[in-house]
């Protein structure tokens, strides 16, 4: 079982930054994705980045540009880099690890974007 623990998030103005980090409790290497989702309320969990193993990411449209998803190996973290940030991107943002057909949450992370 892996186990995530998310940090980093808070409340930043409108074209502020913020960087969340998700650090698992086994390295990262043996995780085959690893990203980051957002939900805000009355919305379905989105996809906001992905990252494999391998280091391929990808990105939700909404986010592409302002978003970059990272990877510390020996720390076991992945981080997200928020820049440009913009009231839409208001939720509540959950890490997630999937390995061996098992996904894997974090409680989740607030992000207030204020105008």
């Known amino acids: 079982q892996v186990q995530l623990v998310e940090s980093g998030g808070g409340l930043v103005q409108a074209g502020g930054s913020l960087r969340l980090s998700c650090a698992a409790s086994r390295s990262i290497l043996g995780i085959d994705t690893m990203g980051w989702y957002r939900q805000a309320p009355g919305k379905q969990r989105e996809l906001v980045a992905a990252?494999?193993?391998?280091?391929?990411?990808n990105y939700a449209d909404s986010v592409k540009g302002r978003f970059t998803i990272s990877r510390d190996n020996a720390k076991n973290t992945v981080y997200q880099h928020m820049n440009s940030l913009k009231p839409e991107d208001t939720s509540v943002y959950y890490c997630?690890?999937?390995?061996?057909?098992?996904?894997?949450w974090g409680q989740g992370t607030q992000v207030t974007v204020s105008s």
């Open positions: 990252i494999t193993s391998g280091g391929n990411t």
């Open positions: 997630k690890a999937r390995r061996a057909g098992w996904t894997y």
